[in-house]
């Protein structure tokens, strides 16, 4: 119920935000009654667009502090929170970013993620089942998955990619409405409730599309990330540390966080379009086989 609440005010912030944005700006409606202005609409449309990846990305810390009950940490009170601490402040200075906010969450779970609008103010955060359930060595290559992350700045990027589909779907759906309620429905004035059930099913279908485009991208990341955390940690730990999140099924992170944790939900068939995360499987076996070459075992 809490982070459904979360995301319900997440999203009405983003709306709120962003009209009032609009309205200060002056940008005149799309909507008339001769029809729509192309112009505006794409203006619209890539305000909503991207001001709502990147409103939500520019409180992503925020609300994943929240979300998960993250502490930070910011000075170390065991032997524990100061390895974890230094493990990443190694990490940043071998991938060239600033140190970044570390936090601790109380979860069952085997998993980490990182968040942040830019790579040298980002977040890295790790379950209490994570230091419980892996060896430090395991925990040191998970640590490099989420600070490639950073170093690679998938958080921005997957938002400017949610932030051009987003722009797409607004778009399109609401064109698509307006010549199906013109050109079906014969509206010659202003719009007929046609305009307005063909715009949110086309926004319906078109969103699944953007969604598979964004998800395909992540899971591409993943690759890349692991990579990262084999150069940082070395292969074999990040080889066992994927092995050992296959034995332990940790459950996903909440929406905002998931394409940037360590493990995501499983899927078979139609399903694994849906994932936030490849296949454990395969992230093993590339980095046994095709990433190999690239990276010092150590």
């Avoid at 064109?175 to 079906?184: P, T």
Wanted: net charge positive; proline share 4%; charged share 15%.
């Amino acid at each position: 119920m809490k982070r459904i609440f979360l995301f319900l005010a997440t999203n009405l912030a983003v709306v709120l935000v962003l009209s009032v944005s609009m309205r200060l700006l002056g940008i005149a409606p799309y909507l008339s009654a001769s029809g729509i202005d192309p112009g505006a609409l794409l203006l619209f449309a890539a305000i909503m667009g991207f001001g709502g990846a990147f409103v939500s990305l520019a409180f992503s810390k925020h609300m994943a502090r929240i979300s998960v009950g993250a502490k930070t940490i910011s000075e170390p009170h065991s032997p524990e929170e100061y390895w974890l601490l230094e493990t990443v402040r190694n990490h940043a200075a071998a991938a060239g970013v600033a140190m970044p906010e570390v936090a601790i969450y109380d979860s069952p779970d085997t998993n980490a993620f990182a968040t942040g609008m830019r790579r040298d103010a980002s977040l890295i955060a790790v379950s209490t089942g994570l230091l419980r359930n892996m060896t430090r060595e395991e925990a040191e290559a998970v640590l490099g998955h989420e600070m490639t992350h950073v170093s690679n700045g998938d958080m921005v990027t997957l938002a400017l990619i949610q932030g051009v589909v987003n722009t797409f779907v607004i778009f399109f759906s609401r064109v698509i409405g307006h010549v199906v309620d013109r050109v079906v429905f014969r509206t010659e004035r202003g719009q007929g409730p046609a305009f307005f059930v063909t715009m949110i099913a086309s926004e319906i279908v078109l969103g699944i599309l953007a969604t598979l485009i964004v998800l395909w991208f992540s899971r591409k990341r993943e690759f890349r990330a692991d990579a990262g955390g084999a150069r940082l940690a070395g292969r074999e730990n990040m080889i066992a540390a994927l092995r050992r999140l296959s034995a332990l099924h940790p459950a996903p992170l909440p929406e905002r966080m998931a394409a940037f944790g360590i493990s995501g939900s499983m899927g078979k068939g139609l399903s694994s379009l849906f994932m936030t995360h490849p296949p454990i499987e395969e992230r093993i076996a590339a980095l046994e086989g095709g990433y190999s070459s690239m990276m010092p075992s150590r």
